[in-house]
């Protein structure tokens, strides 16, 4: 299992972690955007709701490398003002930039937050940065600002002692 840092700080993303995360997605609203395949997958959600989230490919997929390690059950942790405050684990994940548009719309070079993933579950939390930092061996000033994927070692490491 794989820890996710997601930074969510700015107010684009402070907007889009309320209209995604916290309300949710009625999934009918999100069916005909769906390819076939993506749709059975979608079949078997439990929930006529579901909370997502996605990152852009960024420049040279740097986003989207990262985001190919994403697995269903690893663990998505939100991060703004020095804390980790909402955690979430991953269902599924889809590269969707017909979906991604029309739950976020594009940026003005017209990318989108196209690598998306799907939650069976968010709750909040409350890590301090500095406890993160100490733990990981960062240094004490470090700050989450880009997505990332943490390795199996890191993981653990953040599962266990924080019991996520």
Same mark, same amino acid.
């Given at each position: 299992?794989?820890?996710?840092?997601?930074?969510? %700080?700015?107010?684009?993303?402070?907007?889009?972690?309320?209209?995604?995360?916290?309300?949710?997605?009625?999934?009918?609203?999100?069916?005909?955007?769906?390819?076939?395949?993506?749709?059975?997958?979608?079949?078997?959600?439990?929930?006529?709701? !579901?909370?997502?989230? %996605?990152?852009?490919?960024?420049?040279?997929?740097?986003? /989207?490398?990262?985001?190919?390690?994403?697995?269903?059950?690893?663990?998505?942790?939100?991060?703004?003002?020095?804390?980790?405050?909402?955690?979430?684990?991953?269902?599924?994940?889809?590269?969707?930039?017909?979906?991604?548009?029309?739950?976020? %719309?594009?940026?003005?070079?017209?990318?989108?937050?196209?690598?998306?993933?799907?939650?069976?579950?968010?709750?909040?939390?409350?890590?301090?940065?500095?406890?993160?930092?100490?733990?990981?061996?960062?240094?004490?000033?470090?700050? !989450?600002?880009?997505?990332?994927?943490?390795?199996?070692? /890191?993981?653990?490491?953040?599962?266990?002692?924080?019991?996520?």
């Amino acid at each position: 299992m794989k820890v996710i840092l997601q930074p969510c %700080g700015n107010s684009v993303a402070q907007k889009n972690f309320v209209d995604t995360i916290e309300k949710k997605i009625p999934v009918n609203d999100i069916y005909n955007y769906l390819s076939e395949v993506e749709q059975e997958v979608v079949n078997t959600f439990p929930f006529q709701e !579901i909370a997502v989230w %996605g990152v852009t490919a960024g420049k040279n997929n740097v986003n /989207k490398v990262d985001w190919e390690k994403i697995n269903p059950s690893d663990i998505a942790l939100f991060y703004k003002e020095n804390k980790f405050y909402s955690q979430g684990s991953i269902l599924c994940k889809f590269q969707n930039k017909p979906l991604a548009e029309k739950i976020w %719309g594009a940026k003005d070079d017209g990318e989108t937050w196209e690598c998306m993933y799907f939650f069976k579950e968010i709750k909040e939390i409350s890590i301090g940065i500095k406890e993160f930092n100490k733990l990981l061996s960062y240094g004490e000033e470090n700050k !989450i600002f880009k997505f990332r994927v943490l390795d199996e070692n /890191k993981s653990d490491l953040l599962i266990n002692h924080f019991k996520l």
